[in-house]
């Protein structure tokens, strides 16, 4: 079974709600990113979600713009993504999902990044700018590797596109909770937890939160209307600001597991 599902099925049997991390690749080099993420894992976090570093997003805030700089210049690459997974699996079992945008993807090549990503490791792709309707050619070359798809929705994303999203999705809907990009602005939560009852309804798949999320406060308040949340900003944040970032990134990975778990 893949490891995303399996993690569902344990939260939901200990009635907890996952917490995914969201850290980019290679910041702020390989090494320090490959003792982050395994930080991450040792301190409450079920799913990681490696961030591709790219020079073009269209989605990710500044503070995510400038992370994925920093690897970038640092050396990090689409095939270095791949051995970082791998690495990991050396010392942790937790589910990895790899976020990228589709053209560092069809540019290393659809059947090779399967193969690859399989080989590694590797429990899901999040795409962002990679729709369901163009999503046919890498859906097959993933086919058999296990590997899930996983999709985002919109806080304006109508009910028949919810179910089209869920179609021949896997592992989890990741519902973006406010318009904009990740890590500005606050959180309506009245109008999130309102949303996310919505899409609950409507998806067969776990409904996790994310954009916006960034303290245990916010966890806590949201821990009862998904089946998640995802923290990507507040966590790139401590990496750019410096020190002793693994100690501080598990501290913060602490405090939000706190907070998810109040409930």
Do not use: W
């Given at each position: ?6 993690k ?10 996952a ?6 690749v290679?910041d702020?080099?390989y090494e320090t ?10 301190n409450g976090?079920d799913?990681l ?5 790219f020079s ?26 791949i051995?970082l ?8 079992q937790t589910?990895i ?7 560092p993807i069809f ?8 193969r ?9 792709f ?11 050619p890498?859906?097959?070359?993933l086919?058999?590797t296990?590997?899930h798809?996983i999709?985002?929705a919109?806080?304006?994303?109508r009910?028949?596109r919810i ?10 809907l990741y ?13 309506d ?5 309102k ?14 939160l994310g ?7 916010d966890?806590?308040a949201?821990?009862d ?7 990507g ?6 990496v ?10 598990a501290?913060?990975?602490r ?5 998810l778990?109040?409930?």
């Amino acid at each position: 079974m893949n490891r995303i599902d399996e993690k569902f099925r344990q939260l939901a049997a200990e009635n907890r709600k996952a917490l995914i991390s969201f850290l980019t690749v290679g910041d702020p080099d390989y090494e320090t990113s490959l003792q982050i993420m395994q930080a991450a894992a040792e301190n409450g976090v079920d799913i990681l979600e490696l961030g591709v570093p790219f020079s073009d997003p269209t989605a990710d805030g500044p503070v995510i713009q400038v992370a994925s700089q920093r690897a970038l210049r640092a050396g990090m690459r689409f095939s270095k993504a791949i051995q970082l997974v791998a690495d990991l699996r050396k010392t942790t079992q937790t589910p990895i999902v790899l976020f990228s945008y589709y053209n560092p993807i069809f540019k290393y090549g659809l059947e090779r990044t399967a193969r690859e990503a399989a080989a590694a490791g590797a429990d899901g792709f999040l795409i962002v700018d990679l729709p369901p309707e163009e999503s046919g050619p890498f859906a097959q070359a993933l086919d058999g590797t296990g590997i899930h798809i996983i999709r985002l929705a919109a806080p304006t994303t109508r009910e028949e596109r919810i179910r089209k999203l869920s179609d021949g999705a896997g592992g989890f809907l990741y519902l973006i909770t406010r318009m904009g990009v990740t890590g500005t602005g606050g959180l309506d939560f009245d109008a999130v937890k309102k949303r996310a009852a919505a899409v609950k309804r409507l998806c067969p798949l776990p409904v996790c939160l994310g954009f916006g999320i960034s303290s245990g406060e916010d966890a806590a308040a949201l821990s009862d209307c998904a089946d998640g949340v995802i923290v990507g900003s507040a966590l790139v944040r401590i990496v750019a600001e410096g020190g002793d970032v693994v100690s501080r990134v598990a501290a913060k990975i602490r405090e939000l597991r706190a907070g998810l778990d109040r409930r």
